[in-house]
């Protein structure tokens, strides 16, 4: 039997022109199954600011891997770029089943551009870049390993005034308007605008250099809102108050 007959068919069973037909809509209905499960990875790039948190980094260590202007290394996928833009060295007061413990850290900031998955995932060397995930970078010749702290954000610094209540401290007594203050690492945060006394609880109030990511206000990263606690120094000594009142 010859494979097509007089009639157009195929061993005479189906016409040719219904096979490709056939053909086509198997073909069409295969492509949407397997497009439903495995879409396709359209590979994109996004500029993009995100930071690092590392703990546990000796400040000698630290002061040489982190420096700004230093690249990222992406090993496996090497059209992504990032370099360290800024450091700032601080001290994380975080809270588990045990109480209040501090961590003392430094934040990276990173410039990038980095691929968006089909997801709408940012990727950063083929892994998530979403606060919370830790990723292993090389920075230089170091591998270490890094917590994402914030992505794509918005920034600003404005100046806002705090008042906060501490209680009966003798070391307030010879506080006065116009004193710096300082964080734990020496850095100049702001100033003491009025002291005054009520009772047994001292009311400090400071104009604060405060950083502003996407509308929350933080102060060498304390979280600054009401009722949270402040750790700061003035003239060499150190205070923890309650934040009562923060005015923009």
Do not use: C
């Not at 945060?189 to 005054?196: A, L, P």
């Not at 009520?198 to 600054?224: G, R």
């Amino acid at each position: 039997m010859p494979l097509i007959d007089d009639k157009g068919k195929i061993f005479g069973i189906i016409n040719i022109l219904d096979l490709a037909l056939l053909s086509f809509f198997l073909v069409l209905v295969l492509s949407l199954f397997l497009y439903s499960k495995y879409p396709l990875q359209i590979k994109e790039h996004k500029e993009v600011t995100f930071q690092i948190v590392f703990t546990g980094f000796p400040d000698a260590i630290a002061e040489g891997v982190f420096v700004p202007g230093t690249p990222l290394i992406a090993s496996y996928a090497k059209e992504d770029k990032a370099t360290i833009t800024a450091v700032q060295k601080v001290i994380l007061y975080l809270y588990d089943v045990g109480g209040r413990y501090n961590l003392t850290s430094y934040i990276v900031t990173i410039n990038s551009s980095l691929e968006v998955d089909a997801e709408g995932d940012i990727l950063f060397n083929g892994n998530d870049v979403a606060p919370g995930n830790y990723h292993d970078l090389q920075i230089g010749n170091s591998y270490i390993s890094g917590q994402i702290w914030r992505v794509d954000y918005e920034h600003r610094l404005e100046a806002i005034t705090v008042k906060i209540q501490l209680p009966d401290v003798d070391s307030l007594y010879s506080k006065v308007s116009g004193d710096v203050v300082f964080d734990s690492f020496g850095n100049i945060i702001g100033e003491v605008v009025v002291i005054n006394r009520d009772y047994q609880d001292w009311y400090l109030t400071l104009s604060l250099n405060a950083d502003v990511y996407d509308d929350a206000f933080f102060v060498s990263e304390m979280l600054i809102e009401h009722f949270a606690p402040l750790y700061f120094w003035i003239n060499n000594t150190p205070y923890k108050g309650t934040i009562v009142e923060v005015h923009q």
